[in-house]
């Protein structure tokens, strides 16, 4: 059902049965999917050949001019021809950046002799550099050179 969306209608929105979706008559492609624990911001775009629907938040935590702004910038990158899904997903889920945030925020924290462990874990990367050949082969003990 297409509905001009707006905080009254958000706030009037009731749980039934099934999950439905409203979506908005002024900003094709914006809506609202309600469940029964929560109602959705959503933009639904197509990306090449593929339709693709992005959340956007949560009603309330998301207001609707937070929720709009967003899907605007994600039609935005759509016609940049950048997927906004994938550039969510590759920016902060990298592995570097989640170990670098767990040692910060977890293990330097909680571990009582972090110092100790830095030192091994730095011996055990020089062991790893050493056997993946990362030095000169006078240093390795495959070497066989005169001396």
């Given at each position: 059902?297409?509905k001009?969306?707006?905080?009254?209608i958000?706030?009037?929105l009731?749980?039934a049965?099934?999950?439905?979706?409203l979506?908005?008559?002024?900003?094709?492609g914006?809506?609202?999917?309600v469940?029964?624990s929560?109602?959705?911001?959503?933009?639904?775009y197509r990306?090449?050949t593929?339709?693709?629907?992005?959340?956007?938040?949560?009603?309330?935590?998301t207001?609707?001019?937070?929720?709009?702004?967003?899907?605007?910038?994600?039609?935005?990158?759509v016609?940049?021809?950048?997927?906004?899904?994938r550039t969510?997903r590759?920016?902060n889920?990298?592995?570097?950046?989640v170990?670098?945030?767990?040692?910060?925020?977890?293990?330097?924290?909680?571990t009582?002799?972090w110092?100790?462990s830095?030192?091994n874990?730095?011996?055990?990367?020089?062991?790893?550099k050493i056997?993946?050949?990362?030095?000169?082969a006078w240093?390795?003990?495959?070497?066989?050179?005169?001396?």
């Amino acid at each position: 059902m297409r509905k001009a969306l707006t905080e009254k209608i958000l706030q009037g929105l009731k749980p039934a049965a099934k999950r439905y979706e409203l979506r908005d008559v002024h900003f094709p492609g914006f809506g609202v999917r309600v469940s029964r624990s929560r109602v959705t911001f959503f933009i639904s775009y197509r990306y090449g050949t593929i339709q693709r629907r992005k959340k956007l938040g949560v009603y309330p935590r998301t207001t609707l001019q937070e929720a709009r702004s967003k899907g605007l910038a994600d039609l935005r990158l759509v016609d940049e021809g950048i997927d906004p899904a994938r550039t969510q997903r590759t920016q902060n889920f990298l592995v570097c950046n989640v170990v670098e945030e767990f040692i910060e925020k977890y293990a330097k924290v909680k571990t009582r002799g972090w110092k100790a462990s830095q030192r091994n874990m730095g011996l055990i990367s020089l062991l790893a550099k050493i056997r993946s050949r990362q030095f000169p082969a006078w240093f390795s003990a495959r070497s066989t050179g005169s001396a």
